[in-house]
């Protein structure tokens, strides 16, 4: 006879809501027998990978047999002259997911509080919460705009992490530079952290990713992906960049081995492939043009967008509307998982796959009137 299974999981975990991806383009195929299907739901690279990131990965398979470097050196130097920054200033991680569950593993005690706006990226949410601490979400103004002023009135003497995902995701926007000196010189005793992550996109001459606060000695993080601008999202590569005193806190928690040999390798080379960055930008510029275009045609409301995505209002019905498109070999990402149940969220796809999106979304809200 078994015996009463008194074991408990921590009660923290019941706060938690395990991430959920984008569907596969395999999954989708399988599931309804498509022949055609297009991802737009992720915010990838349509253009592909760095092609000088695919020759180092090429060149570097002999080698799989060693351990990577634990120090990941060579790409801490790439990121480091990148950004006129030191060396010691920067960490490498295991995708930029990882270094939100290193920050908050770093920086955060049961009952601290964790500011993040809303809508935001929900892994923020996530690394409070396997802490136990709590988070507190602070709504945007109207159009999505950062609302600083809400964000100072939120800090309280249990505030350790303020995350400004800068442009935000799920909605495009982003805070303007004198926001941020605003809100550096306001926050005393937390660390903000910008996440950059799609700051290659953003064109707006009062944007910053946060690297001159850094500069200027203010005790910020930025953390940045090599999944989106350089296209190289499935082997697993973010950093952060801040004050040597705050990467050193976090190096205490990394795992030896976080970023794998040919991720490394890859990154190094990706960061100096400034013609793919230039060809990306390019694409993503023109297909957000022609995403508004599509939708300022059929009289659908959106967000400007400073990221390599679009949010977009579709109405009552955008529950439908995402299966719908699914169902036609079209994937893009419902908004009910930010609040937002009449959106949904667009990545920038070539000019071909936007276009067939476009068509199809035509066709289905044709169908509904």
Known sequence: MG????????????????????????????????????KLASNENPLGPSPKALEAIKNGLAELNRYPDADASMLKQAIAKEYGVNPQQVIPTNGADELITLISEAFLETGDEVIVPSPSFSEYDFGAHIMGATVVPVPFAE??????????????????????????????????????????????????????AYSHFAEDEDYTNGIEFIQAGYPVLTLQTFSKIYGIAGVRVGYGIAPEFIIQAILKVKEPFNVNSLAQIAATAAIGDTEHVRSSQAVNKA???????????????YTKSMGNFVLVHVGPEGERIYKE??????????????GLPEHIRVSVGTEEENAFFGEVLSGLLAKQL
Do not use: H
Not at 13 to 36: C, F, H, M, N, T
Not at 154 to 178: F, S
Not at 328 to 334: P, T
């Open 143 to 196: 159009d999505f705009k950062y609302d600083v002023d809400a964000l100072i009135a939120a800090v309280t003497e249990k505030t350790k992490l303020i995350y400004i995902c800068t442009p935000n995701n799920p909605t495009g926007t982003y805070i303007a530079k004198a926001d941020i000196e605003k809100l550096v010189k306001a926050v005393k005793g937390a660390l903000i952290v910008f996440d950059a």
């Open 325 to 338: 498109l699914m169902a036609k070999g079209v994937i893009v990402r419902y908004g009910k998982t930010w």
């Open 3 to 38: 015996q009463t299974n008194n074991i408990q999981p921590r009660k923290t975990l019941d706060a938690i809501e395990p991430y959920s991806p984008g569907k596969p383009i395999w999954e989708v195929q399988k599931e309804l027998g498509l022949e055609r299907v297009i």
């Open 287 to 301: 297909g957000r043009e022609q995403l508004y275009k599509i939708f300022d045609g059929l009289g659908l409301a």
